[in-house]
């Protein structure tokens, strides 16, 4: 069983930059693909990154693509997501997730376990 933390959420101004980290334990984190995910205010739940378990495949969403860098330490048994350029339409709770497959996928039911979730805020 993986146990999932999220953390790196906050309040930041629009154009600046949040690290959030994933940390695991439990588990052979190594093994598993993380995606992270984000929800928000009245909206369904969404797809941001994924990486594979040996990071040699990333995916991004379209809204993420050349702001956002999923990057992992299976040393650190960590996953962290670099967010730049941040805009107001980021707000929301990210989650991460794990899947024991070993390529990456956008599609939520696929992953086995998730975090509680950090809150990112992005004033305008």
Known sequence: ???LVESGGG???AGGSLRLSCA???GAFSWYTVGWFRQAPGKER???AAISWIASSTD???SAKGRF???RDNAKNTVNLQM???KPDDTAVYYCA???KASTTRTESAYDYWGQGTQVTVSS
Do not use: C, H, K, P
Request: no cysteine; hydrophobic share 40%.
């Open 24 to 26: 695991a334990s439990g």
């Open 60 to 62: 991004y969403a379209d």
């Open 1 to 3: 069983q993986v146990q």
């Open 11 to 13: 309040l930041v101004q």
């Open 69 to 71: 860098t999923i990057s």
């Open 46 to 48: 969404e797809f941001v």
């Open 84 to 86: 730049n350029s941040l």
């Open 98 to 100: 794990a899947d024991r």
